[in-house]
């Protein structure tokens, strides 16, 4: 009759592996087999230029480790909301600095009241480049941290992520202004985000 409880052990076969374990035999009590095993089991250092890749779309290369850094760097969110911070107080240094040029505030020559500078016209120029780049800079790095946090969270690189990114941007600098301000502000700018984001993947 069959049975299936396993095989009790041989004390003698026993003592056989224990003996090759004591004389370096780990896999097999050969030594020609138990190098080989030890080679393909055990061994973890492998050449990465024996790693074969189908060529499917080109050549393939493999990223060193150092450059899978570099590359995970310019991923972060840190990165991101830095580059976003810097971008965006180019971008409104430059609508500040337009809108200055172009509704300066002088007085009228042929009035009595005392006429600016030039060097007041250019502080007042100044500061209002440096406002709009400081509001603008401000923005972009909220919007791009609190949009890589949620494509992190979430694992997926969709229209939602910008939507949802505007929405608590919108909300936070609306809030400072009142509770029925950041709600507006939040709705304006998901809409703005969404409408910007599907610009972008489908033109």
């Excluded at 505030?105 to 030039?118: C, F, G, M, V, Y």
């Excluded at 406002?131 to 949009?147: C, H, M, Q, R």
């Amino acid at each position: 009759m069959a049975t299936l409880l396993p095989k009790p052990i041989d004390p003698e076969e026993a003592a056989q592996r224990e003996s090759a374990t004591k004389t370096g035999g780990v896999f097999f009590p050969e030594s020609d087999l138990d190098e080989v095993a030890k080679h393909f089991i055990g061994n973890i250092h492998r050449y990465r230029e024996n790693i074969i890749i189908p060529k499917l779309y080109g050549a393939v290369q493999i990223k060193t480790n150092e450059e899978k850094l570099v590359e995970a760097a310019f991923e972060s969110c840190a990165f991101k909301s830095f580059m976003s911070c810097v971008l965006g107080y180019g971008l409104g240094a430059a609508i500040g600095l337009f809108s200055s040029s172009v509704n300066p505030s002088i007085a009228d020559p042929l009035a009595a009241e005392k006429q600016q500078t030039a060097r007041e016209i250019f502080r007042e120029m100044r500061q209002a480049t440096h406002s709009y780049g400081k509001n603008f800079a401000v923005i972009g790095a909220v919007f791009a941290a609190v949009e890589c946090t949620i494509e992190s969270k979430r694992g997926v690189s969709d229209w939602k992520n910008g939507t949802y990114a505007g929405a608590v941007t919108g909300g936070l600098i609306g809030l400072r202004a009142g509770v029925k301000a950041g709600i507006i502000g939040a709705a304006g700018f998901a809409a703005f985000s969404t409408v910007i984001d599907y610009y972008m993947r489908h033109r």
